[in-house]
């Protein structure tokens, strides 16, 4: 079962552009965190968001993070040819307790960036 | 820092057939996750292992796969037999805990003909 799902599927955009992915998902989170994956390589981590945290950035990344709408945004500014990668968002879901670790994850975004 | 070490890094192999997948993890995680992913999907947790206790396995198939992490380190994932619908890439991710993010390999794509 996915939990986390991305919007919109695929996102083609020039050089310079910025580029904005969305997720959903349906339960209460500790943590949601956004993953790329190039093409045949592995999936890398970029951002870890918490529960109790509302927005954060690294670099030209920025994410939100709207618990009441249980949604989150990614947002890539002034993207390049090399930001070209799918990129999904991970849900951390409150199972009871203290539990974490379980990483669900959407099917993903796959972001084109043309030189 | 070396990163999580995957091998083989592809397989293909006919159906029935035994296949087994090995993973080291980043030097001193204690956490590590096998996923599978299929073509055009996210990854989906398969079993979580803090130390060498399997503390999520919930979604693993428990009638054709098995996994061990042996003294907390390595691990291996087995499937047997395998059947077409298993062709998948197999990742491997390790954390420093549960609470941490994840650090994924390159995988190992499975084929089963």
């Known amino acids: 079962s996915q939990q986390g799902e991305e919007d919109p599927q695929a996102l083609s955009i020039q050089e310079g552009e910025n580029a904005t992915m969305n997720c959903s998902y349906k339960t209460s989170i500790n943590n949601l965190q956004w993953y790329r994956q190039n093409s045949g390589r592995g999936l890398v981590h970029l951002i870890l968001i918490r529960s109790n945290e509302r927005e954060k950035h690294s670099g030209r990344l920025r994410v939100t993070l709207d618990t009441s709408k249980k949604s989150s945004s990614l947002l890539i500014t002034a993207s390049r040819a090399a930001d070209t990668a799918s990129y999904f968002c991970a849900t951390d879901a409150k199972t009871g307790g203290t539990s974490y670790g379980k990483l669900t994850f959407g099917q993903g975004t796959i972001l084109t960036v043309h030189p | 820092e070396a990163g999580v070490v995957q091998s083989p890094r592809y397989k293909i192999i006919e159906k029935k057939q035994p296949v087994a997948f090995w993973c080291n993890p980043i030097?001193?995680?204690?956490?590590l996750y096998w996923y599978r992913q299929n073509l055009g999907q996210g990854p989906e947790l398969l079993i979580r292992?803090?130390?060498?206790?399997?503390?999520?396995d919930s979604q693993l198939p428990k009638d054709r796969f098995s996994a061990e992490r042996l003294k907390g380190v390595d691990s291996t994932l087995k499937i047997q037999p395998a059947e077409l619908g298993d062709s998948a890439v197999y990742l491997c991710?390790?954390?420093?805990?549960?609470?941490?993010?994840?650090?994924f390999g390159p995988g190992t794509r499975l084929t089963v003909t």
């Open positions: 991710a390790s954390s420093f805990g549960p609470r941490h993010e994840q650090y």
């Open positions: 030097s001193g995680h204690n956490t």
């Open positions: 292992y803090e130390n060498e206790e399997a503390v999520d």
